[in-house]
């Protein structure tokens, strides 16, 4: 009896063992420019990373920094997740987000996030109950298309919006910014990738910028 307890405690170590197979990854990058939603979150050059670890069963934690201009410290963010495929054509990804910012915790804010991809195509949401700032909540819609246009080379583009329910609280931070949109070119050389971007907004005031344009050299680890 001793002996079977054993085997069957074994055998489900074994079995929890691979069931949590897991790969961890990482990457590191430089931009000229740290946008966020089409909103500048930098003032200039950023410096940014992070960790992920992938389990087989499609569930993924992961963390993700970088540097900003308006706290005494770094946006630093931490995530959980789990994705997989519908069919051959069509994947799903759903999960919750944190946006820390040590150097200013008023700003922190949570978002639960979903989205589906059909070939090429991505379409997505994010909903916040207490947006960045405590502005109140939100709900942000995107969607993004992507394909290669030569070996190496692919473009990208990107529009999302966003309603808030208190709309006084938020244009008070994001001066009506409510839709954002960019084109990436992008490609690779020496083992980093390379990311040029043309981003803009609809902000008002000192957020009705023009277009900008971002380079980001990225290194995964």
Avoid at 109 to 116: C, I, M, Q, R
Avoid at 187 to 199: E, N, P, V
Wanted: glycine fraction near 12%; aromatic fraction near 14%.
């Amino acid at each position: 009896m001793k002996f079977i307890k054993t085997t069957i405690c074994a055998a489900t170590l074994m079995t929890a063992s691979a069931a949590m197979t897991a790969e961890v990854s990482g990457n590191v990058a430089l931009g000229s420019e740290y946008f966020f939603r089409g909103v500048d979150q930098s003032g200039g050059a950023a410096l940014s990373g992070g960790f992920d670890v992938n389990f087989d069963s499609g569930l993924y934690i992961g963390t993700w920094a970088s540097s900003i201009d308006f706290s005494n410290g770094p946006e630093l963010d931490y995530y959980i997740g789990y994705g997989g495929s519908i069919t051959d054509a069509v994947s799903f990804d759903v999960g919750y987000l944190m946006y820390g910012y040590p150097g200013d915790t008023s700003n922190d804010f949570n978002e639960l996030y979903g989205s589906v991809s059909f070939g090429d195509a991505t379409v997505g949401m994010a909903y916040s109950d207490d947006y960045f700032a405590s502005t109140g909540e939100t709900t942000y819609l995107y969607i993004d298309y992507g394909f290669d246009i030569a070996e190496n080379r692919s473009i990208g583009g990107h529009y999302g919006t966003i309603s808030a329910d208190d709309d006084e609280a938020y244009d008070a931070v994001f001066e009506d910014t409510i839709a954002d949109y960019s084109v990436t070119l992008s490609t690779s050389a020496a083992g980093l990738g390379i990311d040029f971007s043309l981003i803009n907004s609809n902000g008002s005031g000192a957020l009705d910028a023009d277009t900008e344009f971002a380079v980001t050299i990225s290194k995964s680890l």
